[in-house]
């Protein structure tokens, strides 16, 4: 059985970020640091950007959500986001993974095991890939980028997050968001985010900002997803190609109205899992 979720929820969560505006640590990859840095803006809340060991716990342990994102990952970095991670669990500070590569080579694979092994993880958000390679019931990644997952994509979310005990947060064009139990599908987004290198890392950033502000982290992180995904489809509407598209998307979230969420949001929650 399947019905709508109403929008207004979105809506509810995005006008706390902005009015809280709460400080979203990340330690993340030097290809899209920038982006994450200013869509976590645009949706109304505070980044920082802090990865050396000497410091990481310490902002952590003052924010409002921990980004951890390992696309271009060293040994020492992920040591450094234990370090955080940990503290932030310490804290009651919300962690977001992104599993960014994630059965692409086993130092990545083996990273995020890593992590979810010693950090409890809040939210776990991954391309198909990524999820249905750390669920095991399989997965395909070429890079960065998903190809394809085995069987059914709900199953494979539903699998990992019973399996790493997190909310898991699967993009595509339809997004599949999961405690394990409950399950959001979220149909907003635009094929043009595919074509930009980055928007799942900003996924992982507006994700964190919705987590900091609201504790059920299905919810915060099925409208994350919503609200991105509506300020994707507003700027494709608009967009010449992929570098326009990035500067519209960006303007999208910074500009979207509150009943614009509210009406725009496209979230079924599907029952009996
Ligand atoms: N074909 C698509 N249609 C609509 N939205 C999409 C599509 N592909 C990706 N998105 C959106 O783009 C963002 C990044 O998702 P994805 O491309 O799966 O991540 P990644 O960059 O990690 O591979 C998500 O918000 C997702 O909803
Ligand atoms: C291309 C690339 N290589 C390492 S990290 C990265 C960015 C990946 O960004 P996204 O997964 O959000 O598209
Ligand atoms: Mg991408």
Redesign the pocket.
């Given at each position: 059985m399947e019905h709508i979720m109403d929008g207004r929820i979105c809506a509810e969560i995005l006008e706390q970020v902005r009015s809280r505006r709460p400080l979203v640590h990340h330690i993340t990859?030097t290809?899209?640091i920038n982006d994450c840095a200013n869509i976590t803006l645009c949706a109304g809340a505070a980044p920082v950007m802090a990865e050396a060991p000497e410091e990481s716990a310490e902002m952590a342990a003052v924010a409002g959500a921990l980004v951890l994102n390992i696309?271009?990952l060293s040994t020492a970095q992920v040591a450094s986001m234990i370090l955080a991670g940990r503290r932030a669990n310490e804290c009651g500070v919300p962690v977001v993974l992104d599993p960014?590569?994630a059965g692409a080579t086993r130092m990545r694979t083996d990273a995020v095991l890593r992590i979810l092994q010693e950090v409890q993880v809040a939210v776990l958000k991954g391309?198909a890939g990524e999820i249905g390679v750390l669920a095991g019931t399989g997965g395909t990644v070429r890079?960065?980028d998903s190809c394809g997952i085995v069987g059914d994509a709900v199953d494979a979310a539903v699998a990992c997050a019973l399996a790493t005990g997190t909310v898991v947060s699967m993009t595509g064009a339809t997004d599949v968001v999961t405690d394990g139990r409950r399950v959001l599908l979220v149909e907003n987004g635009n094929p043009m985010m595919d074509r930009l290198?980055?928007?799942?890392?900003?996924a992982a950033s507006v994700t964190g900002a919705f987590a900091a502000v609201e504790g059920d982290r299905l919810l915060s992180s099925a409208s994350a997803l919503a609200a991105f995904g509506l300020a994707g489809e507003r700027a494709a509407a608009q967009a010449r190609g992929p570098y326009s598209f990035r500067t519209a998307l960006f303007d999208e979230l910074s500009a979207m109205k509150l009943a614009d969420l509210a009406a725009g949001a496209r979230v079924r929650a599907r029952h009996g899992v």
């Open positions: 990859n290809v899209t696309g271009t960014v590569g391309n890079g960065v290198s980055g928007t799942g890392c900003m």
